[in-house]
């Protein structure tokens, strides 16, 4: 099995920025899984936000938040973060951390097999 722990989100106000982490474990966890960041604001479904396969080249990262956040990974810490710049209201939602058991990642909700319980973040205007 394999956990995900996020931390990091907050209330911050607009234009302001936040770093999410997120640390995985667990006995089958490998350090080459792809590692992502989704989100849900209320009454919306959840979308992708950005992730990363094993080799830390060419991330994914979602139009609505490019130039803005930027995700990264420590591969010795077992750990993702995703670094959120700008902050807009718009971006208040349950951010997840998600990983694949492959290597390389995906934009697909589907495709990730384990998922953290979520981290609030609030934007205020």
């Known amino acids: 099995q394999v956990q995900l722990v996020e931390s990091g989100g907050g209330l911050v106000q607009a234009g302001g920025s936040l770093r999410l982490s997120c640390a995985a474990s667990?006995?089958?966890?490998?350090?080459?899984?792809?590692m992502g960041w989704f989100r849900q604001a209320p009454g919306k479904e959840r979308e992708f936000v950005a992730a990363?396969?094993?080799?830390?080249?060419?991330?994914y990262t979602a139009d609505s938040v490019k130039g803005r956040f930027t995700i990264s990974r420590d591969n010795a810490k077992n750990t993702v973060y995703l670094r959120m710049n700008s902050l807009k209201p718009e971006d208040t939602a349950v951010y997840y951390c998600?990983?694949?058991?492959?290597?390389?990642?995906?934009?697909?909700?589907?495709?990730?097999?384990?998922w953290g319980q979520g981290t609030q973040v609030t934007v205020s205007s």
């Open positions: 998600a990983t694949r058991t492959v290597a390389r990642a995906t934009m697909r909700e589907d495709d990730y097999n384990y």
């Open positions: 667990g006995r089958t966890f490998s350090s080459y899984y792809a």
């Open positions: 990363i396969s094993w080799g830390t080249s060419s991330p």
